[in-house]
């Protein structure tokens, strides 16, 4: 890695949807950089991304990977991440720290449930994007389709490049910002394509003049915008996000690489032109924007951890400012702990190279850091900053895992701990009403995946037992003035606490809240956090079949204390009573999550896969064609697709696929709800 400043730093994702040719993009740009010295390939398993086993056998990405390289005076780093729905945990977590994103999408079939994800995962990240039409080489490969398609994400997309010619017949791109062909070479634009270019050149400088009033006011005068201009219009609204510049290309044969690599470059931003950083002082804890300089303190966010068989852990990190250096003291500011640095390594996907130093805008890994784990912040020892932290995707599905020996047994919650390190979108958790041991995961295939990692990395057999729907409980009315007391008298002191609560519903996804509304110190100020501590432990076991309590406002309004009997632990035990009491009378129910899923299948076998989605519950979206099939885009309760894999296979002959992902919870159907608080209150009694 040469030594660059924050100027000369490109850092951005590959992402998309599953199977829509990113990490053969990724093969091709780098590649085509001079970054590898021949074109890895997926299917063929010399890719230099995909390096797992597990990869290489399913020619899925499965995990965010790193490679890092110079071309043409610049420092890029290209992280490719998962489509799959089951591990974009990897790839919103890389948003986080990365400057912008390349969205991926097939030529055929256009935008998926996949890319839909991943773009509202970017807007929400505020990272711009530049999007790339992969595949054009294709058979049934539709250019204008595909831009059409994020149109009806939301966006705003601007060719910067056409095909010549279309699916096999492909011959190269024309680049509409230099109006050259690229097809191996830059050259003339074909007389062929020569009227199309120009009206297609014509839109692109239409759509950037109307991001912008004082381009708007030239074009109108002049009917054109100058190179320069055109260039400086794209880049402001590029990273405004006003415009989605939309490159195209085939990536096995790399056409239309060139002209992408130019827009990553030109068109992202680099670490200096982000901008500055939310910080807060760790002295005095004081907020205040960090710049991405090399004078500043050290600051950088971890944002993958990967378990090597021969460097150990390695944290990756996005060095946000300062300068970093081997055998530095540094500190964890998320968990106050001070770190001796080892080597710094570059990541060329699988391979390892040492640096001397990396500084703001460069991504790097330490190996065996000590406590060190994905969303931490390391900062300097002296005028440390603490960045925000990197908000962690909660799992979906739980499985209960047990070892199937007993050799098994002491390794595996050793194995399971390293594994939940290296992938924090796992999780491990014990089932205080059942005494079985979880592993929560972002779908089915995440958690079999993690159980193929433990037999191969650590030797560890396990069973999964059928996976647990995570239901949560609510109110549908509202309990007013509810009254929670303990009062207890034993000779001595007592113990002393009445609290007034009110409940009412909040909307879907808004979690638990606690509102302090006392006045004239009816409860002392010193014991009110004792009071919503009791309501917060009540609510992780609701009132009809113990499950968490969501969307729901507890209002804490009047009460009474005593002046010597009156204490943290009476008022925590009051707050508790008063909210079991509360939920009772405000009319509990049972919520469950709702998948969102993509199924494709061929078009013969639509009608039996409606109707077993009508059986499943699930409510139909709507239905398109793509390719040689249909996508039926539907809700369903998990509940209903706990096995849906095995179950689909059988369905359509091996034919059938599907994506699925969480969407939101909603209200258990009376008939069902009543059978699982039978359930659950069935499963509590054998246990007591």
């Not at 008022?571 to 009319?587: D, I, N, P, T, V």
């Amino acid at each position: 890695m040469e030594k660059v400043d924050a100027a000369h730093t490109r850092n951005f994702a590959l992402i998309g949807h599953a199977g829509d040719g990113k990490t053969s993009l990724g093969e091709a740009l780098l590649h085509s950089a001079g970054a590898t010295k021949a074109l890895g390939s997926v299917d063929g398993g010399t890719s230099h991304l995909d390096v797992a086993p597990e990869e290489k056998e399913r020619h899925h990405t499965l995990g965010a990977h790193v490679y890092g390289f110079d071309w043409n005076g610049l420092h890029l780093t290209l992280v490719d991440t998962p489509g799959d729905p089951n591990f974009h945990g990897d790839a919103q977590i890389a948003l986080k720290a990365l400057d912008g994103a390349i969205l991926v999408v097939s030529a055929v079939g256009g935008a998926k449930v996949g890319t839909e994800s991943m773009y509202r995962a970017a807007d929400a990240t505020g990272v711009p994007l530049v999007a790339y039409v992969s595949g054009v080489d294709k058979d049934r490969a539709d250019f204008a389709a595909a831009v059409e398609s994020l149109r009806e994400l939301g966006a705003n997309p601007a060719p910067l490049a056409i095909p010549i010619g279309a699916g096999p017949a492909l011959k190269g791109v024309i680049d509409l910002v230099s109006m050259r062909a690229q097809n191996g070479k830059d050259d003339a634009i074909p007389q062929s394509h020569a009227a199309e270019a120009a009206r297609a050149r014509a839109r692109l400088v239409e759509a950037v003049a109307e991001t912008d009033d004082a381009l708007t006011e030239t074009y109108l005068e002049r009917g054109e915008l100058s190179d320069d201009e055109l260039q400086a219009g794209l880049v402001a609204a590029t990273r405004a996000r006003k415009l989605l510049p939309v490159l195209c290309g085939a990536s096995t044969s790399e056409i239309g690489v060139p002209a992408l690599l130019w827009a990553a470059t030109h068109l992202l931003p680099s670490a200096e032109e982000r901008g500055t950083w939310h910080a807060e002082r760790i002295a005095d804890r004081r907020e205040l924007d960090v710049a991405p300089s090399p004078s500043e303190p050290f600051s950088a966010a971890v944002f993958k951890t990967v378990i090597d068989r021969y460097a150990g852990t390695l944290s990756v990190m996005r060095v946000v400012s300062g300068t970093l250096r081997h055998d530095e003291t540094i500190v964890n500011a998320t968990r106050g702990e001070k770190e001796r640095l080892g080597k710094l390594l570059l990541l060329h996907g699988s391979e390892l190279i040492e640096v001397a130093e990396a500084g703001p805008g460069d991504v790097i890994a330490v190996a065996k850091l000590k406590d060190v784990h994905t969303g931490n912040t390391l900062t300097a020892e002296k005028n440390g900053l603490h960045l925000p932290e990197i908000p962690i995707p909660q799992g979906v599905i739980s499985y209960a895992i047990s070892a199937k020996s007993k050799a098994d047994e002491d390794k595996l919650f050793l194995a399971l701990h390293r594994l939940t390190e290296e992938d924090p979108t796992l999780h491990v958790s014990r089932d205080a009403a059942t005494g079985e041991f979880l592993l929560t995961g972002m779908g089915e295939l995440h958690v079999r995946i993690a159980v193929q990692k433990l037999h191969r990395l650590y030797d560890v057999d396990v069973e999964l037992h059928t996976p647990k729907v995570p239901y949560r409980e609510t109110i549908k009315g509202r309990a007013e003035n509810v009254e929670g007391k303990l009062k207890k008298q034993t000779g001595g002191k007592g113990m002393y606490g009445v609290a007034y609560l009110t409940l009412e519903p909040l909307p879907r996804g808004s979690g638990l809240e606690f509102s302090d509304e006392i006045v004239g110190g009816a409860i002392p100020r010193n014991l009110i956090p004792a009071v919503e501590k009791g309501v917060l432990e009540a609510a992780q076991h609701g009132p009809l079949a113990g499950f968490p309590v969501v969307d729901v406002k507890a209002r804490c309004i009047d009460g009474k204390f005593h002046a010597v009997d009156s204490n943290e632990m009476a008022f925590k035990l009051a707050g508790s009573y008063g909210f079991k009491a509360a939920m009772e009378q405000a009319k509990p129910t049972l919520l469950e999550p709702i998948m969102r899923v993509e199924v494709t299948a061929p078009a013969e076998q639509m009608g039996d896969l409606m109707g077993d989605i009508a059986h499943r519950r699930g409510r139909v979206q709507g239905t398109e064609s793509r390719g040689h099939g249909l996508v039926v885009k539907a809700e369903v309760p998990m509940a209903e697709m706990l096995e849906y894999a095995s179950a689909l296979t059988s369905l359509t002959g091996g034919k059938g696929a599907f994506h699925m992902e969480f969407s939101h919870y909603d209200e258990v159907p009376a008939e069902k709800r009543e059978k699982v608080i039978a359930e659950a209150r069935a499963k509590a009694a054998a246990k007591t």
